[in-house]
């Protein structure tokens, strides 16, 4: 299974734009790229998932450049509601999802 | 919300005593997946299940087992509690196994004391 590794921690302000980048290097051909929100006491909530090139939803964009080896999650203009752990997962098709530790983002006013 | 339950919110256990947790899946989905997390990690992947069958198992030992029943919910159950075994309990549904997204469910906060 492909590991991932993604910055333990991040600060940012509110109205800003994050960008949260993972590490995959072991990237299978068959690997698609899904990013999960987790809010303390609850269960992780999907972001959004890519295969190649750039994915965009109403929440956030997802870049993947050619080489598959990273991806970045986009947030625009974030909101003291954001503050969550972000999740980076490979997930290979037909398999398990694997979590890291992800990505804890502070908000600040 | 994501149309997941699980049952119950909290639960406290001694060492060496049994549980039962549930989980209804969202509906239509067939496929529930348990994870456990302990404070401060990532959920750990504990097993799957797909129409009623076992579909993959991650690093638990065999005390840990599950079921599904014919509509799709089902339950983990985790015989002769260790003091480790203390962790927030999560169920997720989808439709089908493999790469498409998981609903969860809020979680059972499992305290074993």
């Known amino acids: 299974l492909a590991k991932t590794t993604q910055p333990i921690s991040m600060d940012s302000y509110e109205g800003q734009e994050v960008n949260i980048t993972c590490s995959h290097n072991n990237i299978a051909t068959n690997d698609y790229i899904t990013w999960y929100q987790q809010f303390p006491s609850q269960g992780p909530r999907f972001i959004i998932q890519?295969?190649?090139t750039k994915v965009t939803n109403e929440v956030a964009s997802l870049f993947i450049p050619a080489d598959r080896k990273s991806s970045t999650l986009s947030l625009p203009r974030v909101s003291l509601s954001d503050t969550a752990v972000y999740y980076c997962l490979v997930v290979p098709e037909g398999q398990n999802f694997v979590f890291g530790p992800g990505t804890r983002l502070s908000v600040l006013p | 919300e994501t149309g997941v339950t699980q049952s119950p919110t909290h639960l406290i256990k001694t060492r060496g005593q049994q549980v039962t947790l549930r989980c209804s899946s969202q509906?239509?989905?067939?496929?529930v997946s348990w994870y456990q997390q302990a404070l401060g990690q990532g959920p750990q992947f504990i097993f799957q299940y797909y129409r009623e069958e076992e579909n993959g198992r991650g690093n638990f030992p065999p005390r840990f087992s599950g079921l599904q029943f014919p509509n799709y919910s089902s339950e983990l159950n985790v015989n002769a509690l260790e003091l480790d075994d203390s962790a927030l309990y999560l169920c997720?549904?989808?439709?089908?196994?493999?790469?498409?997204?998981?609903?969860f469910g809020p979680g059972t906060r499992l305290t074993v004391t």
């Open positions: 509906s239509g989905h067939n496929t």
């Open positions: 890519g295969y190649k």
């Open positions: 997720a549904s989808s439709l089908n196994s493999g790469v498409g997204e998981q609903y």
